[in-house]
């Protein structure tokens, strides 16, 4: 199935500790999959760019932050896959958009496509390399320097990461400079456990968090103005505050929500402007 979600200001929207080894960010030498072949399986979809997406697979986290914050791409498009069953929150794809909106130099605006539905693929664990060869075979975006038009892919998957541990589970990761994995099912399971009368909820919170990885933060493609990495967890904030904290990515997620969902700190702020964002 496949509809276009343009997330306007019209739409009226309603919109726990794990151990420092997980990270939301993995090179892209963890995967091998063929980039010559267009296996894309939709047919009313321009022919998708073989050399874009040669280069998305090669490339990590933060290698296209110029693209998104600064004005040189004068746009920002989004598509969204999902497999059945586990398809996005329209509130949290609309905060999405509207914090992409304020923190990045776009005039001709961010736009959410919420793409293609998924077969049910068997809530498999997913390692890195499963989740890019069905990205291979449903994304059809990648950025045009010909049009002015950056893109984000998300891919909400069944199942869980095959990293998740007793320690502490993945409920999202970024893993090229324009992909990301959201892992619908665990995210659902820690939302129905967070029994805590919590102000926010945790999808939209997984979701810009992993925007920000993409965006280069911290400490991963866009330089820090000042010294706010916590090192011991990777590219993460210092600040339990920000929403770049290592817990937003994990089942520890609820320590950051009581107060609402969680924003950007003055750091990741600075961060950003000073690498071209508004």
């Known amino acids: ?62 290698d296209y932050a110029a693209d998104f914050l600064a004005g040189t791409y004068t746009s920002l498009q989004i598509e969204v896959d999902y497999v059945a069953g586990h398809a996005p929150d ?16 776009k005039p001709d605006g961010v736009e959410i496509l919420l793409d293609d539905e998924v077969p049910d693929q068997g809530s498999p664990a997913w390692s890195y390399a499963t989740a890019q060869a069905l990205e291979v075979t449903w994304r059809d975006r990648y950025r045009s320097p010909d049009t002015g038009v950056a893109v984000m892919y998300y ?64 400490n991963n493609g866009v330089d820090m ?22 817990a937003a990515e994990t089942d520890a997620i609820g320590d950051l929500l009581g107060a609402g969902t969680p924003d950007f700190d003055a750091e990741c702020r600075a961060d950003m402007r000073a690498a071209g964002g508004r």
Do not use: K
């Open 1 to 62: 199935m496949r509809y276009v979600c343009e997330m306007t200001l019209l739409l009226l929207l309603a919109c726990a500790g794990t151990s420092d080894q997980l990270d939301d960010t993995a090179p892209s030498s963890d995967t091998d999959t063929d980039t010559d072949s267009d296996s894309d399986t939709d047919t009313d979809e321009p022919p998708v760019d073989a050399d874009q997406r040669a280069e998305n697979l090669a490339s990590g986290p933060g």
């Open 90 to 105: 329209g509130a949290a794809l609309e905060h999405l958009r509207s914090t992409l909106a304020e923190l990045c130099d």
């Open 155 to 218: 891919l909400y998957v069944d199942g869980h990461s095959e990293s998740d541990t007793e320690a502490g589970r993945i409920l999202g990761y970024a893993y090229h400079g324009s992909s990301l994995v959201m892992f619908a099912e665990t995210m659902a399971d820690v939302s129905g456990g967070l029994l805590l009368g919590l102000g926010a909820s945790v999808e939209p919170t997984v979701l810009v968090h992993e925007a920000g990885h993409l965006l280069g933060l911290v």
């Open 225 to 246: 103005v000042e010294d706010h990495q916590d090192t011991a967890h990777g590219h993460h904030d210092v600040s339990e505050d920000c929403i770049m904290f290592w």
